[in-house]
């Protein structure tokens, strides 16, 4: 098992809330990523980060934000939660301050958004 | 832009027998990795397999192993013997071997069942 967590698992909430979804690792990876999974199962990236401090957005646009002030944490924040939102969001993560294009990127479980 | 193609939503195999999926890639650059990934049902997406551009041989890890035609851009996942545990959505994903942060590029997912 990889060491890299989500949370929650599954969330269901209202209209207009705002939600934080949780990402940590515990592998000192420089690079994070955020990728939201369709009902299609197809996945596209929508924020990563190179390290602290340094967060970029991805090919699919969002709505959502995200954080990087430590090295081992990358939370993803909706401030007001929509049906459109309802999907699998993914993190993950890979080593290398560099490029490291071969090095392998490492999982978290998902969680499963559901906005009603 | 890098684009990653699987044309099998869905694939069956008989338990102890072989199967075969398909990926295709476009890319204009010459370094890049492949990479084929496994999502069990409610579980981390692992890692399957890696190939470099640049090597010519085709990677093997145990039972499975890719056809890597470079010039077809072509790069099909092999399952050899196959197991009950092998169901799960397999991604074929492209990573650039350029500075772009890692970022992975994923194809649509291929649904394998396994019969006993």
């Known amino acids: 098992e990889a060491d890299i967590y989500q949370t929650p698992r599954y969330l269901v909430i209202g209209t207009g809330k705002k939600i934080t979804l949780e990402c940590s690792q515990t592998m000192g990876h420089d690079k994070m990523y955020w990728y939201q999974q369709d009902p299609g199962m197809e996945l596209h990236l929508i924020h990563y980060s190179y390290g602290v401090n340094s967060t970029e957005k991805g090919d699919l646009s969002s709505e959502s934000t995200v954080s990087r002030i430590r090295t081992e944490h990358f939370p993803l924040t909706l401030e007001s939660a929509r049906p459109s939102h309802t999907s699998q969001y993914l993190c993950a993560s890979s080593e290398g301050s560099g490029n490291f294009g071969g090095t392998e990127a490492f999982f978290g479980q998902g969680t499963r958004l559901t906005v009603v | 832009a890098q684009t990653v193609t699987q044309s099998q939503p869905e694939m069956s195999v008989q338990e102890a027998e072989t199967v075969t999926l398909s990926c295709t890639y476009d890319?204009?650059?010459?370094?890049?990795?492949l990479f084929w990934y496994k999502q069990p049902p409610s579980r981390q997406m692992i890692l399957v397999i890696r190939?470099?551009?640049?090597?010519?041989q085709n990677a093997t890890e145990n039972r499975f192993s890719v056809n890597f035609q470079k010039a077809a851009k072509s790069f099909s996942l092999k399952i050899s013997d196959s197991q009950l545990g092998d169901a799960a959505m397999y991604f074929c994903?492209?990573?650039?071997?350029?500075?772009?942060?890692?970022?992975?590029?994923f194809g649509q997912g291929t649904e394998l069942s396994v019969k006993p």
């Open positions: 190939q470099e551009a640049y090597k010519q």
């Open positions: 890319t204009s650059e010459s370094d890049y990795y």
């Open positions: 994903a492209y990573r650039s071997g350029y500075n772009q942060g890692g970022k992975l590029i």
